[in-house]
C-alpha cells in the first residue's frame, strides 16, 4: 500500500515515508498465505525487495523525472539496513562488507524481476521461485498468484486485481497509478463517509466527526496490517472554492496497537495531526501537466460525485503511523559471543537477522 505518498514534497522525507509503506505491504499476511512466501526472517526481507522493485518501475513510469526520489528511496533501504546491522553488533568493516554484498544483491533481483516481466512464458514464475522462495518448492497455484501480482501492479494501469491482493494493495494501486488527477472511489476503504458534490456547489460547508466503531475498527486494523485500532476520531470539513475545486482539511488521531520490529511484541503508538486534501470534480487541464506531482494541494479526481472523507482518514492513518516501531524494552545490540572478525553475531531469532547472514543472493 504506497498510498498518496506521490502527492507529498519530493526528497528524504517522501523517500522514507515510501520505504515506510514498502515494509508494511510486505507484511501482509496474504503473501505469507496464498502466496506461499515463507514467514520468516528471509521471506519478509526477500519481499521488501520485491516491492521495492514494483515502487522504483513504477515511478519510471508515473513521474516526469525520477531520479532524484529512486535514489533517495535505494538510499533509505540502505541506511536502514546500516542501523539494523550496527544494533546487532556488527563493526565498521563488518556493516561494509554486508552493505556491499546486499548492494549486489539488489541489483540482481532488479534485473531478475525485470528480465521476468519481458522475457518469454514462464520467466517471471522462475525469477520469483529463485529469488522469492529461494531453495523452497511452492505450490504452482502460490507462484501463480504473486506472479499475477506483479503483472497486474506493473501494468500500465496498476489495477493490481489477483488472488493476493489485499485492501491496502488496492490502495496503494489506486493512489499510484494514475498521477495528477487520480480518481478516488468510494466504498473500497474500512471507513466510507461519502459527501455529495452537489451540497458543497450550494455553498454548504460540511463537517463530520468519523468515530470508529468496533467492526471498522477491526476493518482498519486488517487494512493496516497492524495488530489492533483501538480508537479513531477524525473532525473534518469541506467546501468548495473557485474552479470546482474542494477541499477537506480538518484532524485526526488514534490509537493503535502495532508489533515490535525487534521482538514482535505489541507496542501501542499514536497517530495524531492536522488532515488536508484538494479535490477536483473533472479532469485538470492539460496546461495544468507540468504542475509538480509531489505538491500537497495535487488533487484527486473525483467519482461519482462524491468524495469519501472516510477514504481520505485511511490514507492519513496509514501515511502517518509509525513505520519502525518498537518496544521500549527492544535489545539495540544483542550481547553473544564474538565471531572470527571480533563482532558479535546477530541472534537467530532476530526479525532482522537475514541482514547479517553470508549468503549470496540468487540472481
Same mark, same amino acid.
Given at each position: 500500500m504506497i498510498l498518496s505518498l506521490f502527492k507529498r514534497s519530493s526528497g528524504a522525507k517522501t523517500a522514507r515515508n515510501l520505504y515506510g509503506d514498502v515494509v508494511r505491504q510486505a507484511r501482509q499476511?496474504?503473501?505469507?498465505?496464498?502466496?506461499?512466501?515463507?514467514?520468516?526472517?528471509?521471506?519478509?526481507y526477500d519481499l521488501i525487495l520485491l516491492h521495492m522493485f514494483l515502487v522504483l518501475e513504477r515511478l519510471n513510469r508515473i513521474s516526469p523525472d525520477p531520479a532524484k526520489l529512486k535514489q533517495d528511496l535505494f538510499d533509505v533501504l540502505f541506511e536502514d539496513l546500516d542501523l539494523n546491522l550496527r544494533e546487532m553488533g556488527f563493526g565498521d568493516e563488518g556493516v561494509r562488507r554486508r552493505i556491499q554484498k546486499m548492494v549486489e544483491g539488489f541489483y540482481?533481483?532488479?534485473?531478475?524481476?525485470?528480465?521476468?516481466?519481458?522475457?518469454?512464458?514462464?520467466?517471471?514464475?522462475?525469477?520469483l521461485r529463485r529469488n522469492l522462495y529461494r531453495n523452497a518448492t511452492p505450490e504452482?497455484?502460490?507462484?501463480?498468484?504473486?506472479?499475477?501480482?506483479?503483472?497486474?501492479?506493473?501494468?500500465?494501469?496498476?489495477?493490481?486485481?489477483?488472488?493476493?491482493?489485499?485492501r491496502a494493495r488496492r490502495l496503494h494501486c489506486s493512489r499510484m497509478g494514475a498521477g495528477r488527477g487520480r480518481a478516488m472511489t468510494v466504498?473500497?476503504?474500512?471507513?466510507?463517509?461519502?459527501? !455529495? &458534490?452537489?451540497?458543497?456547489?450550494?455553498g454548504d460547508v460540511v463537517?463530520?466527526?468519523? %468515530?470508529?466503531?468496533? @467492526?471498522?475498527?477491526? $476493518?482498519?486494523?486488517?487494512?493496516?496490517?497492524?495488530?489492533e485500532v483501538k480508537s479513531l476520531v477524525a473532525r473534518v470539513k469541506l467546501r468548495a472554492e473557485p474552479g470546482r475545486r474542494f477541499v477537506l482539511d480538518g484532524t485526526v488521531a488514534a490509537d493503535l496497537v502495532q508489533s515490535c520490529v525487534v521482538t514482535l511484541e !505489541? &507496542?501501542?503508538?499514536?497517530?495524531?495531526?492536522?488532515?488536508?486534501?484538494?479535490?477536483? %470534480?473533472?479532469?485538470? @487541464?492539460?496546461?495544468? $501537466?507540468?504542475?509538480?506531482?509531489f505538491d500537497d494541494d495535487a488533487p484527486d479526481l473525483i467519482e461519482g460525485g462524491m468524495?469519501?472523507?472516510?477514504?481520505?482518514?485511511?490514507?492519513?492513518?496509514?501515511?502517518e503511523m509509525e513505520p519502525y516501531p518498537r518496544a521500549k524494552d527492544a535489545p539495540a545490540v544483542e550481547n553473544t559471543a564474538p565471531n572470527g572478525d571480533g563482532e558479535t553475531e546477530a541472534p537467530k531469532n532476530n526479525p532482522f537477522a537475514v541482514l547479517a547472514k553470508l549468503r549470496d543472493l540468487e540472481k
Open positions: 499476511p496474504a503473501f505469507y498465505g496464498a502466496g506461499g512466501v515463507a514467514d520468516t526472517e528471509d521471506g519478509r540482481g533481483r532488479m534485473t531478475a524481476y525485470r528480465e521476468g516481466l519481458t522475457g518469454g512464458e514462464g520467466a517471471l514464475e522462475g525469477a504452482d497455484a502460490a507462484v501463480a498468484r504473486l506472479a499475477a501480482y506483479v503483472r497486474a501492479d506493473s501494468g500500465p494501469g496498476g489495477s493490481g486485481g489477483c488472488g493476493v491482493t489485499c466504498g473500497t476503504f474500512p471507513l466510507s463517509r461519502p459527501v !455529495p &458534490v452537489s451540497d458543497l456547489l450550494r463537517s463530520l466527526t468519523i %468515530d470508529a466503531d468496533d @467492526d471498522e475498527r477491526r $476493518a482498519l486494523a486488517d487494512f493496516l496490517g497492524i495488530p !505489541p &507496542v501501542e503508538t499514536h497517530v495524531e495531526g492536522p488532515i488536508r486534501r484538494v479535490y477536483l %470534480d473533472t479532469p485538470p @487541464d492539460k496546461e495544468d $501537466a507540468d504542475l509538480d506531482p468524495i469519501d472523507a472516510g477514504a481520505a482518514v485511511c490514507e492519513y492513518t496509514a501515511l
